[in-house]
């Protein structure tokens, strides 16, 4: 029940002020909020900026992306086409996608388009990973690091994957039932360990090292707020057992007779890093990046390998008849693949090509505008943080027939490879596209063609559940971990 004072009149009461007072500063934060973003525009170019909502004050539209995920960027692309702006990730965004508007940025990099991460990326990868590197370093520092990545190297690398992926699929025959994606995550990160680092699992016993990987991946785009119980802060402490680790094994030798990457990236390493080698910190940020980008993203791929195969049984037979073809097929013949022999199985090739055109591992890659650029009908000004989708990209070409559908075969097709390379180009990049793509491209395969041969020739499996919804962060994999039940092949 109201009361009034001697004259009739309702009191301003304390809480009332409050209140009006907070509601017009609410207000009028908005308002100068909204024509900061109408005055981002940069009057060089007579271009607007592309639609979009940059979000409340404060917050932007973090607070959406991080309730929705992927569906963020799915919304944003049913409202406002395949360019859009928003404020997500510290910076003002424009997210593009089709080759159309990704090609002409990619043809001004490295010097009007540079990279960008998220700041709890740098932080993670660390500040002279290839990652973070950029400007006239970039190119140097990618050049020694290919070193390592070479069709030789990745021949000494062979017999470890082989022999690491086999053993995981047998023990997944031997257990019946497991979860296909974490079970891909494990076989990566034991793989990593030893192929970059030299070192079994025996040194990590209890697993902390390779679980501080998962752990890594998982949180990688995260608020970098170092609070108790938030994603980065659970992220930069595996990243310091993770560096903790690489520091202990360069002070001693590897125990396998391999050679492993960070051999090739210790030869020429001089104390003041003038030589043609790295500095120590090159090595160890490097390093750290190759065993959290080597197993997150190649996992999410193995899995989509063998969410396909599985819904596809006459796919995996035609995979069948390939190794068949090749001597290949017998499942107790302990058979030495090589790097050259991997390049003459076609179907293979196809099926690797197809699975990453339909499930990229990683939904875009993020640039940064050193410059306004104009792509389009629209300008991107200086400083704007830009986001290529691959995803969106590779489902909206025109490019691809029936592009919704699983039919590596398409891949036969010589001509669509001419194509893609040329008059097309952009218009498939599951490895990103320019000075910037990915690194570890050739490694991935290998390491995705060397499964295709063991899990076809070595096992049966059945998917429990393979209409799954797909999730898209970090990684792309189905959103219940695919159950699968695996049995060995007689």
């Known amino acids: 029940m109201s009361t009034t004072d001697e004259e009739g009149n309702y009191p301003v009461t304390p809480t009332l002020l409050v209140l009006v007072s907070s509601l017009l500063s609410v207000c009028v934060i908005s308002w100068l909020w909204k024509r900061r973003n109408e005055g981002a525009k940069d009057p060089i170019s007579v271009l607007p900026l592309p639609p979009g909502n940059m979000g409340w004050p404060l917050i932007r539209e973090n607070l959406q992306f991080f309730l929705k995920g992927s569906d963020f960027f799915v919304e944003r692309f049913k409202k406002y086409g395949r360019i859009y702006k928003t404020h997500v990730f510290g910076a003002p965004m424009v997210r593009l996608s089709g080759a159309d508007y990704i090609r002409p940025l990619v043809s001004k990099e490295p010097n009007l388009m540079t990279m960008k991460i998220t700041q709890s990326a740098r932080y993670l990868f660390g500040g002279q990973s290839l990652t973070s590197v950029t400007g006239e370093e970039h190119p140097k520092l990618k050049k020694k690091l290919l070193a390592a990545l070479t069709p030789v190297r990745l021949d000494d690398y062979l017999p470890c994957i082989q022999d690491k992926v086999r053993a995981h699929v047998l023990d997944w025959c031997d257990r019946g039932h497991v979860l296909g994606f974490p079970a891909c995550d494990a076989l990566m990160a034991e793989l990593v360990l030893e192929l970059t680092l030299g070192w079994s699992k025996d040194n990590d016993p209890m697993g902390v090292v390779r679980n501080a990987f998962i752990t890594v991946n998982q949180n990688m785009i995260s608020v970098p707020l170092k609070i108790p119980g938030t994603g980065f802060y659970k992220a930069a402490k595996a990243k310091k057992v993770i560096t903790d680790f690489i520091k202990k094994r360069l002070s001693r030798e590897s125990d396998k007779d391999h050679v492993c990457i960070l051999d090739v990236l210790l030869v020429g390493h001089g104390e003041d890093g003038r030589d043609a080698g790295l500095t120590e910190e090159q090595i160890i940020d490097n ?129 669509l490879e001419a194509t893609l390379r040329k008059t097309e180009a952009c218009n498939y990049l599951p490895f990103g596209s320019g000075p910037r793509s990915c690194l570890g491209k050739a490694l991935a395969l290998v390491e995705m063609s060397v499964f295709l041969v063991e899990v076809a020739r070595v096992a049966d499996w059945k998917l429990h559940n393979p209409d799954a919804r797909m999730v898209y962060l970090p990684v792309t994999k189905c959103a219940d971990d695919m159950p699968v039940t695996f049995t060995r092949r007689c």
């Open 287 to 415: 390093a750290v990046t190759f065993l959290i980008a080597g197993s997150g993203t190649t996992s999410g791929a193995l899995s989509c390998l063998l969410l396909m195969l599985g819904k596809h049984p006459e796919v995996l037979s035609k995979l069948r008849e390939e190794l068949s073809s090749k001597g290949l097929i017998e499942t107790e013949k302990d058979i030495p693949l090589t790097y050259d022999l991997l390049q003459e199985l076609d179907y293979v090739q196809w099926l690797n090509k197809e699975v990453l055109r339909l499930l990229p591992p990683v939904g875009g890659v993020f640039r940064q505008a050193e410059k306004t650029v104009e792509v389009g009908d629209y300008q991107i000004p200086k400083g704007w943080t830009v986001m290529y989708s691959i995803r969106d990209t590779h489902f909206n070409t025109h490019v691809f027939e029936h592009r919704d559908e699983f039919i590596p075969e398409r891949w036969g097709d010589k001509d």
